[in-house]
């Protein structure tokens, strides 16, 4: 089992950054990529971006990739999502999800879900 709390989020002005961080515990001695989504009003669930365990393989959406980064600190059970030149759109309640052997797009891929932190991006 994984339990994933999500923070960070709040309100911000448009060209703005925002540093998320997904705080895991539980079963962290096994190895577990991360993934972060993120679900605006009246839409569906988004991929963000990926990292697996030890940091060497990300994946990113086309939307964000150059803006966002995914980073890892393992001896923290941390893991971060940068995120600059925010834009309007970024508004949406992001959320870390794990497993334990998935590495993919999908929110059914991932066991383990955050109750998610809330990004305000105003223009």
């Known amino acids: 089992q994984l339990y994933l709390v999500e923070s960070g989020g709040g309100l911000v002005q448009a060209g703005g950054s925002l540093r998320l961080s997904c705080a895991a515990s539980?079963?962290?001695?096994?190895?577990?990529?991360v993934g972060w989504f993120r679900q605006a009003p009246a839409k569906e669930r988004e991929f963000v971006g990926i990292i697996s365990w030890s940091g060497g393989r990300l994946d990113y959406a086309d939307s964000v990739k150059g803006l966002f980064t995914i980073s890892r600190d393992n001896a923290k059970h941390t893991i971060y999502l940068q995120m600059n030149s925010l834009k309007p759109d970024d508004t949406a309640l992001y959320y870390c999800?794990?497993?334990?052997?998935?590495?993919?797009?999908?929110?059914?891929?991932?066991?383990?879900w955050g109750q998610g932190t809330p990004v305000t991006v105003s223009s």
């Open positions: 539980g079963r962290t001695f096994s190895p577990y990529n």
């Open positions: 999800a794990a497993d334990f052997s998935r590495f993919g797009r999908t929110a059914a891929e991932y066991r383990y």
